[in-house]
């Protein structure tokens, strides 16, 4: 059907309800509110929520896919591409929040899980073939498994949805910069760090105990608030 002028704004508060009530607990009356709109105009859109939950779900893998391709095929370095593809994963994450998370929390525990596995399978096909060529032409260590690189470098980015406030002390660039170096901290033969990365990866180290730090103050906040939602119940 067409798609009135709106359309993107609908899909944008339904990726927003999505995120903050969950797929299963939101309401096409929740998405209407968010726009002002009435439950039954949101019907000149779509037929069913499901048609909502597709149209969120398919901008991130869609922008990631296409332009992790493009990368890919680049002229630049392993190095150069594993990071321009950590600052894209991230980026998509920072640009479209509340699309990233609810693809990321939402997806596997739907009907449409299998639609959309095979949109996975070719980013970390991609991903893994950067990897590979990265070991190949002796940027990265020969002991390094290609797969195992792909979804550890995928899996610290999709993790940001969990815990990482990008509004927060830690902005986006900080962020970026340090999980690369993490990444390629661990994966590239020694010599190919330079005084420059050394000086780099000595700063994530300092950076990372700070991130862990958080992540231990988050939790016990956690612990406390759901103690006393329990006192209150």
């Known amino acids: 059907m067409a798609r009135p002028n709106r359309w993107d704004d609908v899909v ?39 048609d909502l939950l597709t149209a969120v779900i398919r901008i991130p893998t ?7 391709g493009v990368i890919a095929e680049s002229d630049q370095t392993s190095e150069q591409k594993v990071r321009a593809l950590i600052a894209l994963h991230i980026r ?8 990233a998370a609810v693809y990321l929390h939402e997806i596997a525990m739907s009907n449409l899980a299998e639609d959309w596995h095979e949109r996975d399978r070719e980013y970390i096909r991609l991903v893994e073939g950067v990897m590979a060529a990265a070991v190949a032409d002796g940027t990265f260590r020969s002991t390094v ?14 993790w940001l949805t969990k815990w990482w406030n990008p509004e927060g002390p830690i ?63």
Request: net charge negative; glycine share 6%.
């Open 12 to 50: 944008a508060s339904a990726a927003k309800v999505f995120r903050q009530r969950g797929f299963a607990q939101a309401t096409l009356e929740e998405i209407a509110d968010n726009l002002g709109m009435l439950k039954g105009s949101l019907y000149n859109y779509i037929s069913t929520k499901e």
């Open 62 to 68: 869609e922008r990631i896919v296409r332009e992790s």
């Open 92 to 99: 998509v994450i920072i640009d479209i929040y509340d699309f």
């Open 145 to 158: 498994h290609p797969h195992v690189a792909a979804m550890t470098m995928i899996g610290a980015c999709n």
């Open 171 to 233: 902005g986006g660039d900080d962020m970026i910069a340090q999980i690369s170096d993490i990444v390629l901290g661990g994966l590239c033969v020694p010599s190919r760090l330079g005084a420059e990365d050394a000086k780099r990866l000595e700063d994530c180290e300092r950076e990372n105990a700070m991130l862990k730090r958080l992540l231990a103050d988050a939790e016990l906040e956690k612990a406390a608030l759901k103690e006393i939602a329990r006192n209150h119940s």
